[in-house]
């Protein structure tokens, strides 16, 4: 198999410590605007994931996500910020990272070499036939995710992964997989950067699709979000006042009341 990380090939910018602040920031930027227009042209194997994904999820199914250093810390971003947006439940979409919890915060060493560990990782998370797992690596050669998703499709779990390298061991692994080709980083290897700026980006396409395709979004409004704080309650409030036309003291009263925009909607009286 003929194989090249391009993720890992040299910046086209040299001298770097040379530079100012402000060419510094200027091409760093120059190199991000190449980022989304690497994702339009995933945009179909985006939507095949999503597709996979929804029905899964329709079927009782929940959505993991494994990764190991920024791929695995990006997981667990969107993973986190499922509950509190559209009011699903903690354990329906979940991100497990090499090395546990305390590799979000500190690099755990070797973590992702193991060969066996993400299988027990997700074993111990639950896993079951019904589930979906994305496999998140940038340069797509990851052990511990690889062989997380051949040991899925063991046990007859649709997996699918992102990548930012074209025909990678992953890609090949995932049935259903996403390559976002991003090129050569502006700090040679960097990965966090632009490679990851690709991967937030599919995730949030992933997440927000599948869960607007649930239902759990209503016009362009986050109707089932968690009032965990002051902010979105008072964001909850206007959403009702735009919705059923009464004044701010009444919607919050209707919000607090019901406890989500969607029920208080609903139980509204004209």
Known sequence: MTFTKTTEQSSKYEHLEQMSVHELLTHINNEDQTV???????????????NATVNALKEGGRLFYIGAGTSGRLGIVDASECPPTFG???????????????????????????????????????????????GIAASGTTPYVISG????????????????????????VAQFPVEVVVGPEFVTGS?????????????????TATMIQLGRVKGNKMVDMQLSNAKLVDRGTRMIMDEIGVDYETANHLLLTHGSVRKAVENFKF
Do not use: F
């Open 36 to 50: 989304p227009l690497a994702v339009e042209k995933a945009l179909p194997q985006i939507e095949a994931l999503v």
């Open 149 to 172: 998703l051949e040991a899925c499709h063991k046990n007859s779990i649709v997996t699918g992964s992102i990548t930012c390298n074209a025909g990678s061991p992953l890609a090949l």
């Open 88 to 134: 699903v439940p903690h354990e329906l979409v979940n991100g497990i990272i090499a090395g546990g919890d305390q590799a979000i915060r500190r690099a755990v060493e070797n973590a992702e070499d193991s060969t066996t560990q993400a299988w027990l990782d997700l074993k111990a998370a639950g896993i079951t036939a019904g589930d979906v797992v994305v």
């Open 191 to 207: 990965s966090r950067m632009k490679a990851g700026t690709a991967q937030k980006l599919v995730l949030n396409m992933l997440s």
